[in-house]
């Protein structure tokens, strides 16, 4: 419980500057977005977003954003997708094999909205909670048989689309390679701006930032994590925002779906407020923008988390698991939409779905993509 009633504490100012919504968090006038925000919450469906709320023991951020919708999951060739094959869809629109990422079900590359947003001039971006090489966020950058072939997903974002920013760990995939290279220092060849200081990281106002939070996976929120997470989503959106165009950002967390896999409640709760307090930043920023679609949506659900009792007074959830382990169910999760184009985003739809409609979202005309 200490370490829940600190996350409390610590979210308390980005729920105060959050209150400007009001209770009922009206969305701003409808006009096109120029921004997409895109959280993708790895394992989460609504027995993980409960267990927040009821750790949380007051409103989260995401209970103010008022489209909601519910996505099917399943992979082109199982009933129970996985990380690579959601992020496939949701980059792409395009259905592909279980542990694909980036290719279709014959192996080719599909092109992905970052792709696409990049060479029609928007600023593009990533933030990872953990690593930047996880199956979800893999898709949106890589084009590989495998998310186990980190290396690869590593030099895509050196050869791959022009990112502006990514911030997250993994370093070592980028450094101490066996084909020798240093991306690093390509990177910087490139005009980056890499750190490995988040304090350093966060004195940087301006200019392209390959920032590395961890050599290789970043700790979780009760090791000593702190508020990177959140204040890494807050850096990513002042920097891509200053493109006029506007902008991309894919923002994921898997460490919900990996306190799932491990069957441990109260750190399924603390994960999921923090995940909820990045999302507090990019809402915080949409309603003053007012030209910005925030969209948050669960990854295929870890584990099958039943939740069987608890005690509200005390913040307290109970869960049982019925597929305990490194499995993920093909339970349908929810999507929520802030913005405009939010209530493009509400219903039942395939995972695919998501992307012609951020796509149709972003720009005044889907045509205006380059193709």
Not at 290 to 300: A, M, Q, S
Request: with cysteine; glycine share 12%; aromatic share 6%.
């Amino acid at each position: 419980m200490k370490l829940l009633n600190a996350l409390k504490i610590a979210g308390a100012t980005c729920l105060f500057a959050f209150c400007a919504f009001g209770a009922k968090a009206a969305e701003p006038a409808a006009k096109e977005a120029t921004n997409v925000i895109l959280f993708i919450g790895d394992g989460m469906s609504l027995a993980q977003w409960q267990t927040g709320m009821i750790a949380h023991q007051a409103p989260l951020n995401i209970e103010k954003m008022r489209s909601i919708g519910i996505v099917k999951t399943h992979s082109a060739t199982d009933f129970n997708g996985d990380g690579p094959t959601h992020g496939t869809a949701m980059a792409s629109g395009i259905a592909t094999r279980k542990g694909a990422v980036g290719l279709d079900v014959e192996g080719r590359p599909v092109k992905s909205i970052t792709e696409y947003a990049s060479e029609n001039g928007l600023a593009t971006g990533i933030v990872s909670a953990n690593t930047l090489l996880e199956g979800s966020i893999a898709p949106f950058v890589a084009h590989v048989k495998s998310r186990m072939m980190t290396e690869e997903i590593a030099a895509a974002y050196v050869d791959g689309p022009a990112l502006d920013v990514f911030i997250g760990g993994g370093l070592s995939a980028f450094r101490n390679r066996k084909d020798g290279r240093d991306l690093t220092a390509e990177l910087r060849d490139k005009g980056f701006q890499v750190t490995t200081s988040f304090d350093e990281m966060k004195n940087i106002r301006s200019g392209k930032l390959a920032g590395f939070t961890a050599e290789k996976n970043v700790p979780d929120i009760r090791e000593g994590r702190g508020a990177q997470f959140p204040e890494s989503v807050q850096l990513a959106i002042s920097l891509l925002n200053q493109n006029e165009k506007g902008f991309f950002l894919l923002v994921g967390d898997m460490f919900v779906d990996r306190a799932s896999h491990a069957g441990d409640t109260e750190l399924v709760g603390a994960e999921t407020i923090d995940l909820d307090k990045a999302v507090g930043e990019a809402l915080a920023f949409a309603a003053k923008d007012g030209r910005t679609l925030v969209i948050v949506v669960g990854g295929p659900e870890a584990s099958g988390m039943t939740l069987v009792g608890g005690n509200l007074t005390e913040g307290k959830a109970e869960a049982k698991w019925t597929m305990p382990g490194m499995i993920h169910t093909g339970t349908m999760v929810p999507v929520f939409a802030f913005g405009p184009g939010a209530e493009a985003f509400q219903g039942i739809q395939e995972d695919t779905a998501l992307f012609e409609k951020m796509k149709n979202a972003l720009l005044e005309s889907p045509k205006s993509f380059a193709e």
